[in-house]
Nanobody
Framework: QVQLVESGGGLVQAGGSLRLSCAASGRTFSRYHMAWFRQAPGKEREFVVGITWSGGSTSYADSVKGRFTISRDNADNMVYLQMNSLKVEDTAVYYC???WGVGTAVPVHASRFDYWGQGTQVTVSS
């Protein structure tokens, strides 16, 4: 079992940066693919970025390519999301998710992830 706790959200002006962190518990963390999803008010939860269990492959939503970077530290059971050049439309609750590491590609559907954090709010003002 994996427990996930996100941190690092907050209020930032458009064009600014934030770094989200996801702390994971459990001895098998390094065997899980990890991802960040987000959900804005009135919208469905959407995939933002993911990374395979080994860190060897990543996948980004088109809307964040070139601005967001995911990384992981398996020794410390951490996943990070560096968000640069933030836009008002990035405003959402951001969720960290873990899915058992089957295959070598990053899953992008929420149904492939077994564990979720409580979310952290990111608000980007104009």
């Amino acid at each position: 079992q994996v427990q996930l706790v996100e941190s690092g959200g907050g209020l930032v002006q458009a064009g600014g940066s934030l770094r989200l962190s996801c702390a994971a518990s459990g001895r098998t963390f390094s065997r899980y693919h990890m991802a960040w999803f987000r959900q804005a008010p009135g919208k469905e939860r959407e995939f933002v970025v993911g990374i395979t269990w080994s860190g060897g492959s990543t996948s980004y939503a088109d809307s964040v390519k070139g601005r967001f970077t995911i990384s992981r530290d398996n020794a410390d059971n951490m996943v990070y999301l560096q968000m640069n050049s933030l836009k008002v439309e990035d405003t959402a609750v951001y969720y960290c998710a873990a899915g058992w590491g089957v295959g070598t590609a990053v899953p992008v559907h929420a149904s492939r992830f077994d564990y979720w954090g409580q979310g952290t709010q990111v608000t980007v003002s104009s």
